[in-house]
């Protein structure tokens, strides 16, 4: 009876995955009085920290790089972004409200100067990627089995961004959560989800946003 018992309850993954999700859920609700990056970024870093310090190994082992991770995440990256300049023209043609949104995003992801916005790009990708396919999807997967689990995990990542008001922002973090996902479990890596991120983001959302092509 108590070793059963001790099996059913939570593990620290599990503790660690929600704390995770509550605390991002109120940094999002709290990104329209402070701004998307002080509120989001400055979450990200410190739950990832706190994911470093709690499991520290494992994370360490996730992260390790080597030639074909990096080169993998590279491709994936630059796939997903050629597909977002592809589909954005299409989807505004198809609805119109998107550009206005997409506008508002790119206003709020401008707050800061594009020269400290690129310096903290690394630092907030990486705690975002040891939060929600480190700690969160790799509870989710250990629970539901692979499929499952990165879907799962996707749309908690889309859903805890909703408090923003974005329809844009939640839907470019359900697609981008579920190929992320789909790196993390199909490589065992954070690695190349870390690059396809970094990447992603930077040529998207700072280098070349595609309400300027």
Excluded: N
Excluded at 70 to 96: D, E, F, K, N, W
Excluded at 136 to 159: D, E, H, K, N, P
């Amino acid at each position: 009876m108590t070793v059963h018992a001790a099996a059913s309850e939570p593990s620290r993954g599990t503790w660690l995955a929600v704390f995770s999700i509550c605390v991002w859920l109120t940094a999002t609700m709290s990104a329209g009085q402070l701004g998307l990056w002080p509120a989001i970024g400055s979450v990200a870093v410190a739950l990832g920290l706190i994911v470093l310090g709690v499991d520290g190994a494992r994370s360490r082992l996730l992260l390790r790089p080597t030639l074909k991770l990096v080169l993998l995440g590279s491709v994936a990256g630059a796939a997903m972004a050629a597909a977002t300049y592809l589909l954005y023209p299409i989807s505004v043609r198809l609805l119109p409200f998107l550009a206005g949104d997409t506008a508002q995003l790119y206003a709020a992801f401008r707050g800061p100067s594009h020269a400290l916005a690129s310096a903290a790009l690394f630092p907030v990708i990486l705690g975002e990627e040891l939060v929600w396919r480190g700690a969160v999807q790799g509870t989710l997967v250990q629970r539901f089995g692979s499929a499952r689990g990165i879907v799962l995990a996707a749309v908690l990542y889309a859903l805890v961004h909703a408090p923003t008001g974005s329809p844009v922002l939640v839907a470019a973090a359900l697609g981008c959560g579920l190929v992320w996902g789909a790196l993390r479990t199909s490589t065992g890596s954070l690695v190349p989800t870390l690059v396809a991120h970094v990447l992603w983001d930077g040529l998207v959302l700072l280098w070349l946003p595609v309400d300027g092509m």
